[in-house]
């Protein structure tokens, strides 16, 4: 027997007339790449997405052809998620950070059709323009009085122009939720970008989890600030989140420095934010160098990687702003485990608090996970076992983007779970912890060593500004750590007083072989260091020890 209610497909439009009818006065602000500040409210958002979507139907694009985009945070970004999600074709945030042929290669792979950008991307997009296989339109998203005088990119169109031009009446269709909505490649540091090909369903569902309490804890009060790209998995899922809650938006556009970004804070009474952990050591050296305060933050999520406990107790102590420690994949949408207190959490000592919140967190409902042993079989949740990690749920990837052999699930004993290439522990209370990257760990004399922790105790020590911990070969012992850090500014720090530094933090046997310091560690597209750039620069490094 079926139960009796509505049959609703779960559509990325339905947020979006949600948004109008139930918050249309709300605010979205930003900075735009013209330089002013921008705001409207989502009744506006609700018909300019409208006139845009008709604008595609006018470019010829169909359902589930692919849209690019190559642009900052901003309201015609946020335009676009609508517009063509809603429309029933396909987003695909194309990475502005990525090189050049990287860049055609994705959008080669993906079949974009048009591309949209920012003019901040204007010499990448006429880099490109020549070499791509199917883009039939490029418009700067722009207006006329700031369109490029001349530019070598054929019929360059003009946003706002297309918006001008088209009709603000548009009915979304309805279509089964199961249809492809957005697209977004991994990074790709080993081997080609992989695509994972979100669809209605799945948004909605994560946008749902996404603002529980236990996980971003998103409200119509809340004033939410992304500085996480809507280039990288749609900003964790943030533009919708707005939508379903009410929550007030601020768009930082291209003006990531930690200056800019202060001054948004405030001036827009921002309540939470989140971002990578590189992005906010700027934030907070500003913010330190020139005793600023947060008057209005109080939350913010920190992922991509792991946030250094130092880090989180600046935040905490120092600005009264709750870090919320979160782990996803652009295979999850990416949101997999928040670090939320549990009640016997919350009644730990602070020493007890600041151990659990260097977690990544507790599965949010719809995201099951499981460590495993190099036999294939799933380990304890004791808190020491430590194993790959699987995750399985509905914001899950299945199955690459026209990739089909490459398929995740094809998994020998583990049918139906994602491995996410991370090594994790499990304690009692279901709080996971990442300990490395699979291809980042280090194999010391049969066992594993946890760069992750090692290079949290650099970073807190004060004067150490970015830290990571790589494997190097040792004669007897196959792999030992080795440290690469970069001090702050004018410091004096040697490899001696950072290495006694470890004493009582960690076991002995895990302390780094050696230090060395250099100006700066590579960072990828998405601001993560680039681990095996480093590898590759100290292969030769002789440790010591050796
Ligand atoms: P990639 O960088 O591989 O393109 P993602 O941006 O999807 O893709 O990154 C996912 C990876 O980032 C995870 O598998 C994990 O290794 C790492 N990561 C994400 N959040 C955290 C976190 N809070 N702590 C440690 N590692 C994290």
């Known amino acids: 027997m079926n139960g009796l209610m509505m049959q609703q497909p779960l559509l990325i439009s339905s947020l979006l007339i949600h948004a109008e009818r139930h918050h249309g006065e709300q605010e979205i602000v930003s900075r735009r790449v013209e330089g002013d500040i921008h705001r409207y409210t989502f009744a506006d958002l609700a018909a300019r997405s409208r006139r845009m979507a008709n604008a595609l139907v006018s470019l010829g694009v169909k359902p589930s052809d692919r849209v690019g985009t190559l642009a900052w945070n901003g309201h015609r ?50 880099a490109i323009a020549p070499r791509v296989k199917t883009i039939r339109h490029f ?43 957005s697209l977004c490649y991994t990074s790709g540091t080993t ?27 998103c409200a119509a009060s809340d004033v939410i600030l992304p500085v996480v790209p809507m280039f990288h998995v749609n900003a964790w899922g943030l533009p919708y989140v707005a939508c379903m809650v009410g929550a007030k938006l601020v768009y930082p556009g291209p003006a990531l420095d930690g200056k800019s970004l202060h001054e948004l804070f405030e001036s827009e009474g921002v309540t939470l934010s989140a971002g990578v952990p590189t992005v906010w050591q700027g934030l907070l050296a500003h913010v330190e160098s020139n005793d600023l305060k947060f008057s209005t933050m109080r939350r913010t999520i920190i992922g991509g990687s792991a946030c250094p406990p130092a880090m989180m107790r600046t935040f905490q102590e120092r600005h009264g702003v709750a870090v919320l420690h979160a782990w996803g994949m652009t295979e999850l949408s990416p949101i997999g485990t928040v670090c939320s207190f549990k009640p016997a959490q919350r009644a730990l000592s602070e020493h007890g608090r600041y151990a659990v919140q260097a977690k990544q967190g507790r599965a949010v409902f719809g995201i099951d996970m499981k460590i495993v042993g190099e036999d294939g079989h799933e380990l304890p949740w004791d808190g020491q076992s430590s194993g790959d990690l699987y995750v399985r749920g509905p914001w899950v990837v299945g199955h690459y983007f026209r990739m089909a052999d490459k398929s995740p699930l094809v998994v020998t004993g583990n049918k139906g779970w994602f491995p996410t290439g991370d090594v994790a522990t499990i304690d009692p209370l279901g709080t996971m912890q990442i300990t490395d990257r699979s291809k980042d760990v280090i194999k010391s004399g049969g066992e594993w060593i946890g760069s992750i922790d090692l290079e949290n105790v650099a970073m807190a020590h004060p004067q150490v500004a970015m830290a990571a911990c790589i494997a190097v070969a040792h004669p007897k012992w196959d792999e030992r750590p080795l440290l690469v850090v970069v001090k702050k500014p004018d410091q004096t720090l040697t490899r001696e007083e950072l290495l006694a530094f470890y004493d009582g933090k960690i076991a002995r046997w895990w302390t780094p072989d050696d230090v060395v310091f250099v100006d700066a560690i590579p960072l990828g597209a998405t601001g993560k260091m680039l681990k095996n750039k480093l590898r590759e620069q100290f292969k030769e490094h002789r440790l010591p020890t050796a």
């Not at 700067?140 to 009709?167: F, G, K, N, V, W």
């Not at 970008?193 to 804890?217: C, E, I, M, Q, W």
């Open 77 to 126: 970004h946020m335009e676009l998620y609508y517009a063509v999600s809603g429309s029933g074709a396909v987003l695909h945030t194309l990475n502005p950070r990525l090189h050049a042929d990287q860049v055609v290669w994705i959008a080669d792979h993906a079949e974009d059709q048009v591309l949209f950008f920012d003019l901040s991307f204007l010499p990448l997009v006429e």
């Open 191 to 217: 081997g080609n970008p992989k695509g994972v090909l979100y669809s209605h369903r799945s948004t909605l569902l994560h946008t749902f989890a996404a603002a529980l309490p236990d996980a971003l804890n």
């Open 139 to 181: 418009v700067a998203m722009t207006d006329r009085a700031h369109m490029p005088a001349q530019s070598s990119i054929p019929a360059l169109l003009c946003y706002e122009d297309l918006i001008a031009d088209a009709s603000d009446t548009f009915a979304w269709p309805e279509f089964d939720e199961n249809t492809a909505s």
